[in-house]
C-alpha cells in the first residue's frame, strides 16, 4: 500500500470531479442560464405572462433569492429553435436541489421523484430527462423547469442544458457514476466492513481497534447514505440532522481507531471528543432546523482541529523506522481529510458553485487502506504464529527429549541401584553365614589332635546356609512354605543325627508381611539356628515342626533351658537380633518336659 | 559281594572330584543291594564304560572335563537297554536337576547325601520310584500350569492331573513320600509311580518343544 498511489488517486477523483466546466458543449447543445421565475406549486405551468414571474438569472440560489423559503418554484425559458430538430433530446440538470421536473411546450418530459413533501433527495443527483425531438418546432419552444426546496438548504436551479441525446448522455452517465454509483458502492461497501469488523470485535473483545473500526465504517455509510437515498426514512431535518451529526462521529471514531492502530492511549483527548460529538449534534438540533447545515458546518471546525491533530500524530509516527504503517496511514488520512476540507468548504461558502460534495469518497479510500493494513497485520500475526508454533513444537520435542533420557537415566540408576542393593545383601549374608562357619572350620584345622566331628559339623552348617542363600535368591523366596519344604530333609538329617524323628506339619501357605529374599533368609536362619540348638542340647527323641499363615512353632521333647538363664548362648542372642530386625515375636517357653519356640508375625 | 539280586543292581558312578567320587563309591560298596560297576572321571570313559558293562543305574555330574552330563543322561535314556540314570547335584536346584529331568534322567543325588540317603534313593529309583525335591516338585508346579495355559486344549499326556498337582504341592511344602501315600491314602508306590509319571510328561513336553523348535528353526518339515 503506497502512500503515493492513494495521493495519485485522490488528485485524480479531485480532477475528474471538477471537469464539468471545462467540458466542451456539443454543437446543438443549448446552454439555458437567463428566464422567468416565480414561487408557486401546482402540477401544470402557472399561467404567462403574470406580473408574479420574475425575471433570473441562472443560477438562482433560494438562500440568497428567497431567504428562508421553501416549497416549489416554476421557472420559464424561451428555446429559439432555427430548424425542426430530430431523434431524441434531453433536458440535463446538473444540479438542482432538492428535486425537480420538466416540461417542452407545456408537455411534461420527465421527474426526479416526488416534488411534494417529503420530496425526493436530489441534491447530489444529475437529472436527465429524454423525449422525443417532435416536441420541439421550429421558432420559439417553452421549457419549464418545475423546483422543489426546502428553506436555508441551498435550494435553487443551476445553468443547465438541453440537447441531442448523444450530445449529452455521456456527461451525464460520467456524474451519475461519480455521484451516485459511486456512493451506493462506498455504501455497500462500507456496510459489509462494518459488519465483518463487528463480529471480529464481538470474538475478540479485547481489541477495540476492531470495534472504532466498525464505527467509523458505520459512521461513513450513514454519511454515503446522504448523497443517494432519494426517500430517507424520517423527516428532512431530523435526515440532515443525523447525517451531519455522523460526519463529526466518523472523524471522532477515525481517531480513536488510529489511537489503537498506533498503540496510543490519550485518555483525556478520547473523553473531550466524545463530549464534542455529543454535545454538539445536541446543541444544533436545539436550535432548530433554520440554517442546519451552515451550523454544521461551522461546528465542523472543531473535526478539522481533530483530523489535523491525528494527522500530526501520524506523521510523528511515521517518522521512525518501524512507521510504514504509520506513513500509510497518514496518505489514506490525508486524502480523505482533504475531501472533508473541500465539502466543508463548498458547504460554508455554498452549495451552487458546480462543486458535488466528495466526503464518501474519502471515507471509502481510508475504509479500503484500513482494512489492506488490518489484513496485512493479520497475515503477519499467522505468520508469526507459524513460526512460533515450530518453534514451540522443536522446544516441546527437544523437552520431551530431554525428559526421556532423564527418565532412561533414572530407570538405569534404580537398576543400578538395585543391583547394588541385592549385591551388597548378598556380600552381607555370606559374611554372616558362610564366611563365619569358614573361619571356624579353619580353627579347627589348626587343632589337628581334635576330634574331625565339630569340623564335619561347620562345614555342613556352612553347606547348609550356603543352601539358605541360595534358596532365597530365587525369584519366589517370599514362599516361605517352599523354602521349609526345601529346607525339610536338610533339618531331618541334622535330627536323625541325634536320634531325633521329625513330625512336619505345614497348614496354610505361610507368607511373611515384607516378603523378599533377605527377611525370607533371616526367618529361615531362624529356624536353621533352633534346630542346630535343639540337635546340639536338647537330648530330644522327637521334634514337631508346625507353620501356618502367619507363624512358625518348634517343639521338642528334650530336657529344656532356662531362657532367662542362657544369656551365654550365642544362638539364642542370634535368634533375638533376627527377630528384631524381621520385626516378628518370639516366644520361647521351656520345661523338664521340652521346649517349644513360637515365631509369630 | 555276590548276593543273587545284587548282582543286577550295578552302579556306574560318573563325577570328575575324586573325594566325592570315592565318597559315592564307597556308599555304593557299604550297601548289601548294590554293586559298584566303575567310577569314572569323564565323559569318554563313561561312555565306555556304559557300553562294555551295561549298569541299571548311572549316577552323572553334569559339569565332566570333556563333555556334558547332560549328553550322557540323554545317552542312557536312548540306549533301550533300561538303564536309568540320577544327575549328581550339589544343591538340587530346579537349574540342574530340570535339565537333567528333561534329557531323561529319573531324579537327582545330592552329592553330600548321607551313605543311607544314597543307597535308599537309587533302591527307590530301582523300585519304579523318583527321588524329587520341593523345589523341582515347585517349579514343576509352575511350568505345568504355564504350558497348560499355553495349550488351546489341555492334553492328559503333556498336562498334570488333579492328583498329581496334589503330590506336587504336598512335596513342595517338604512332606515325604510316606506322609503323602498316608494323607491321600495310597501306597508309597504309588506316589513314586506318579511322580514318574510326571517326570514322562516333562520329557514328552520337551520332546513337543524341541520338536516345535526344530520346526521353526526349518530343521523338520511340518507333517
Known amino acids: 500500500m503506497s502512500a503515493r498511489a492513494i495521493l495519485f488517486l485522490m488528485l485524480a477523483l479531485c480532477a475528474l470531479a471538477g471537469t464539468d466546466a471545462a467540458r466542451a458543449d456539443g454543437p446543438d447543445t443549448i446552454r439555458i442560464a437567463s428566464g422567468w421565475a416565480r414561487m408557486a406549486g401546482g402540477d401544470a405551468p402557472p399561467p404567462f405572462p403574470d406580473p408574479a414571474w420574475q425575471r433570473i438569472q441562472l443560477p438562482d440560489d433560494w438562500n440568497d433569492s428567497h431567504p428562508g423559503m421553501g416549497g416549489q418554484a416554476w421557472y420559464r425559458f424561451d428555446l429559439d429553435l432555427a430548424s425542426a430538430p430530430a431523434g431524441l433530446w434531453a433536458v440535463y440538470l446538473q444540479h438542482v436541489s432538492m428535486n425537480a421536473a420538466a416540461f417542452v411546450n407545456g408537455r411534461p418530459v420527465g421527474s426526479g421523484g416526488r416534488l411534494g413533501e417529503p420530496m425526493a433527495n436530489n441534491w447530489n443527483r444529475p437529472l436527465y430527462f429524454e423525449f422525443p425531438a417532435e416536441l420541439l418546432h421550429p421558432g420559439r419552444n417553452t421549457l419549464d423547469i418545475r423546483v422543489a426546496g426546502y428553506a436555508n438548504d441551498g435550494a435553487g436551479l443551476r445553468p443547465f442544458r438541453i440537447g441531442p441525446t448523444e450530445q449529452l448522455r455521456g456527461d451525464y452517465r460520467t456524474r451519475f457514476g461519480l455521484q451516485i454509483t459511486s456512493a451506493i458502492v462506498t455504501f455497500t461497501l462500507l456496510v459489509g466492513l462494518a459488519v465483518l469488523m463487528l463480529l471480529l470485535w464481538l470474538y475478540r473483545r479485547h481489541e477495540t481497534v476492531y470495534l472504532a473500526f466498525a464505527l467509523s465504517c458505520m459512521f461513513s455509510a450513514i454519511i454515503a447514505l446522504y448523497f443517494f437515498l432519494p426517500y430517507p426514512p424520517v423527516s428532512h431535518p431530523v435526515w440532515t440532522w ?208 581334635e576330634s574331625l566331628q565339630p569340623l564335619r559339623d561347620t562345614i555342613r552348617a556352612a553347606l547348609n546356609d550356603l543352601r539358605l542363600m541360595i534358596d532365597s535368591l530365587d525369584d519366589s523366596a517370599a514362599d516361605i512354605a517352599g523354602l521349609l519344604g526345601a529346607a525339610r530333609e536338610r533339618l531331618e538329617s541334622s535330627m536323625c543325627l541325634c536320634g531325633a524323628a521329625l513330625h512336619w506339619h505345614i497348614d496354610n501357605e505361610p507368607a511373611l508381611p515384607r516378603a523378599d529374599a533377605s527377611a525370607s533368609l533371616h526367618l529361615m536362619r531362624m529356624v536353621q539356628e533352633i534346630f542346630t540348638n535343639i540337635a546340639r542340647h536338647s537330648q530330644a527323641d522327637e521334634v514337631r515342626l508346625r507353620a501356618g499363615r502367619d507363624f512358625i512353632e518348634i517343639r521338642d521333647n528334650g530336657c529344656g533351658f532356662d531362657p532367662a538363664a542362657a544369656v551365654g548362648g550365642r544362638g539364642l542372642a542370634n535368634l533375638r537380633k533376627r527377630a528384631d530386625v524381621l520385626g516378628i515375636n518370639l516366644e520361647i517357653e521351656s520345661s523338664g518336659a521340652g521346649t517349644r519356640i513360637l515365631l509369630a508375625w | 559281594m555276590t548276593n543273587e539280586p545284587a548282582a543286577t543292581n550295578t552302579v556306574l558312578i560318573v563325577e570328575d572330584d575324586f573325594a566325592t567320587r570315592s565318597r559315592l563309591a564307597e556308599a555304593i560298596n557299604q550297601s548289601p543291594q548294590l554293586q559298584l560297576a566303575a567310577a569314572v572321571g569323564d565323559f569318554r570313559s563313561a561312555c565306555a564304560a556304559f557300553d562294555r558293562l551295561s549298569p541299571r543305574v548311572v549316577l552323572a555330574d553334569l559339569g565332566l572335563p570333556d563333555g556334558s552330563g547332560l549328553d550322557l543322561i540323554r545317552k542312557v535314556h536312548d540306549s533301550g537297554t533300561g538303564a536309568e540314570s540320577l544327575v549328581l547335584s550339589v544343591f538340587g536346584d530346579e537349574t540342574h536337576v530340570v535339565a537333567a529331568l528333561k534329557a531323561g534322567a529319573k531324579g537327582y543325588l545330592l552329592k553330600d547325601s548321607s551313605f543311607e540317603a544314597i543307597a535308599d534313593n537309587i533302591m527307590l529309583l530301582l523300585d519304579g520310584g523318583s527321588p524329587i525335591t520341593p523345589k523341582v516338585a515347585r517349579f514343576l508346579l509352575g511350568q505345568f500350569r504355564q504350558w497348560e495355559a499355553e495349550m488351546p486344549q489341555p492334553e492328559a499326556a503333556i498336562s498334570l492331573s488333579e492328583r498329581e498337582r496334589e503330590i506336587l504341592g504336598l512335596i513342595t511344602k517338604g512332606y515325604k513320600r510316606t506322609e503323602i501315600s498316608e494323607m491321600l491314602a495310597i501306597s508309597g508306590n504309588t506316589v513314586g509311580t506318579h511322580i514318574k509319571r510326571i517326570y514322562e510328561k516333562l520329557s514328552v513336553h520337551s520332546n513337543i518343544e524341541a520338536a516345535a523348535q526344530a520346526v521353526k528353526l526349518g530343521l523338520l518339515n511340518e507333517r
Not at chain 1, 246 to 256: P, R
Not at chain 1, 427 to 436: K, V
Open chain 1, 242 to 449: 443525523i447525517c451531519h451529526s455522523a460526519v463529526g462521529a466518523y472523524v471522532y471514531s477515525v481517531m480513536l481507531l488510529l489511537h489503537r492502530l498506533v498503540r496510543i492511549r490519550r485518555r483525556m483527548l478520547e473523553r473531550i471528543g466524545l463530549a464534542a460529538t455529543v454535545a454538539g449534534p445536541l446543541a444544533i438540533a436545539l436550535a432548530g432546523p433554520e440554517h442546519m447545515v451552515f451550523h454544521f458546518a461551522l461546528f465542523d471546525i472543531v473535526y478539522v482541529l481533530m483530523s489535523i491533530y491525528v494527522l500530526v500524530m501520524l506523521a510523528r509516527h511515521g517518522r521512525g523506522p518501524g512507521g510504514t504503517e504509520a506513513r500509510a496511514m497518514l496518505a489514506a488520512l490525508t486524502s480523505s481529510a482533504l475531501f472533508g476540507y473541500h465539502d466543508l468548504l463548498v458547504l460554508l461558502l455554498s452549495r451552487q458553485q458546480n462543486q458535488p460534495l466528495l466526503f464518501f469518497w474519502g471515507s471509502a479510500l481510508f475504509g479500503l487502506a484500513i482494512t489492506l493494513l488490518l489484513l496485512h497485520r493479520f497475515v503477519r500475526s499467522l505468520h508469526e504464529y507459524e513460526v512460533l508454533n515450530a518453534e514451540l513444537n522443536s522446544r516441546v520435542e527437544e523437552k520431551s527429549r530431554k525428559l526421556e533420557a532423564s527418565y532412561r537415566q533414572l530407570a538405569q540408576l534404580e537398576k543400578e541401584q538395585a543391583v547394588f542393593g541385592e549385591r551388597e545383601r548378598i556380600m552381607r549374608d555370606l559374611h554372616d553365614g558362610l564366611g563365619g562357619y569358614l573361619v571356624s572350620a579353619l580353627a579347627y584345622t589348626d587343632q589337628p589332635h
